[in-house]
């Protein structure tokens, strides 16, 4: 096994993890705890939630491919 093409597959999946878990609840605590917020408020969170999730994605596709 290529210990080269190895490495960066275990740093991605741990990034994946630790995004995945910690930061999925370090997210939430800064959404609007308002029911009636200012709609550019949230439309920027859902929009900042959806890059937050892509990125993710991204991690597990280095992840799968380096392994």
């Not at 190895?6 to 630790?18: K, Q």
Request: glycine share 8%.
């Amino acid at each position: 096994m290529n210990i080269f093409a190895l490495a960066p597959g275990v740093l991605s999946l741990t990034a994946f993890i630790s995004r995945s878990t910690v930061g999925n609840k370090e997210y939430q605590l800064i959404k609007s705890k308002s029911s009636s917020g200012n709609s550019k408020y949230t439309y920027s969170w859902i929009q900042g939630r959806s890059g937050w999730h892509w990125v993710s994605v991204d991690l597990t596709l280095c992840v799968t491919e380096s392994l």
